[in-house]
């Protein structure tokens, strides 16, 4: 029997709404809000698009 190498690729994506003055303190903002639990990763339970990609490779093993 074989044995493979399996990386998974999972990918998040949703939106969301921030007030603020500039697009840098949106993004710092945000960043504190992860930081604080405030918005949870992966997801929150809100609306979010979700994609998942399988790589397989087949592990060669040196028997010697």
Known sequence: MA???VEIVE???RYI???SY????????VDDKIQEGI?????DGEGYGYDRELF???????NK
Do not use: G, H
């Open 39 to 43: 918005i949870n990763l992966p997801c």
């Open 56 to 62: 397989v490779s087949e592990i060669k093993e040196n």
């Open 3 to 5: 044995k493979f190498k």
């Open 11 to 13: 990918t998040y994506r």
């Open 17 to 19: 709404e921030i007030e």
């Open 22 to 29: 500039n697009e840098d303190m949106a993004y710092q903002e």
